[in-house]
């Protein structure tokens, strides 16, 4: 599944409208080591998570009232957000790519665009805020002038290279022989052996420097924008 962005320069106003259009309510921002710990917890007090909600429809049922009804929806909240929104600058690189912007910048400077967070009831619409908080904040910090292009790419391909060796560690633990079988037959012996064999290996990208740092200027140009009146809505889905 392909994984798209968008950015859109947009009034406060039309935001607030945005979000009652979309159904969509603040939410606390929890990082992945967040998450872990409170499944952890919930683990401990015999509590059961209940998994956001997926949604995969059949074609049969694309024809059903409810799922045009779903479309006309999304459709009147997209067109609004291109109706009231901006997009003067242009990302030429994947969704993919960008999502690692933003985790390089959490994991190595600390940086978090997520912090503003809205959703519907269950999370699988979601949009960021950058506001003149997040401006003042994160400005000068995201200069573009203060980053290298080979470095970025050598730091975030260690980060993540070790971030897949303890990831493996923790599901080498859970690998119980009933697992190994259910993956198994899930993806067959073959396929489940390749991927229970160890970490994944990081693909290939020469341009990964050079990606990573349009990102961060393609945010920081957006973050300029942003003043009392105007914020940044951000969709990764």
């Known amino acids: ?3 798209h962005q968008n950015l859109f320069l947009i009034s406060k106003t039309k935001t607030k409208e ?3 259009l979309a159904r969509l309510k603040p939410k606390r921002f929890m990082t992945v080591k967040d998450r872990m710990e409170l499944e952890r917890q919930m683990e401990r007090d015999g509590k059961k998570r209940v998994p956001a909600t997926i949604r995969l429809v059949a074609v049969e049922d694309m024809d059903s009232p ?3 009804k779903s479309q006309k929806h999304y459709k009147k909240v997209w067109d609004f957000v291109y109706e009231h929104g901006k997009q003067p600058f242009k990302y ?3 969704g993919a790519v960008f999502c690692d ?7 190595e400077k600390n940086i978090c665009l997520f912090e503003n967070q809205f959703c519907e009831e269950d999370e699988t619409f979601q949009w ?5 908080k997040s401006r003042d904040k994160y400005l000068e910090a995201l200069n573009p002038r203060k980053y290298s292009k080979s470095k970025l790419k050598s730091t975030f391909e260690k980060n993540q ?6 990831a493996w560690a923790e599901i080498k633990k859970q690998l119980t022989p009933e697992k190994i079988k259910e993956a198994e037959k899930i993806f067959g012996k073959e396929r489940a052996k390749e ?3 160890g970490p994944p290996q990081l693909d290939e990208f020469p341009e990964r420097g050079e990606a990573l740092w349009d990102g961060i200027r393609y945010i920081h140009q957006y973050l300029e924008l942003v003043d009392d009146d105007n914020v940044v809505l951000i969709n990764i889905g």
């Open 18 to 20: 945005f979000f009652e």
């Open 92 to 94: 030429n690189w994947s």
């Open 66 to 68: 409810g799922f045009r």
């Open 128 to 132: 960021y805020v950058l506001d003149s």
């Open 161 to 166: 290279e070790q971030a897949q060796i303890e």
């Open 101 to 107: 912007v933003f985790t390089y910048l959490m994991d």
């Open 195 to 197: 991927m229970l064999s």
């Open 1 to 3: 599944m392909s994984i």
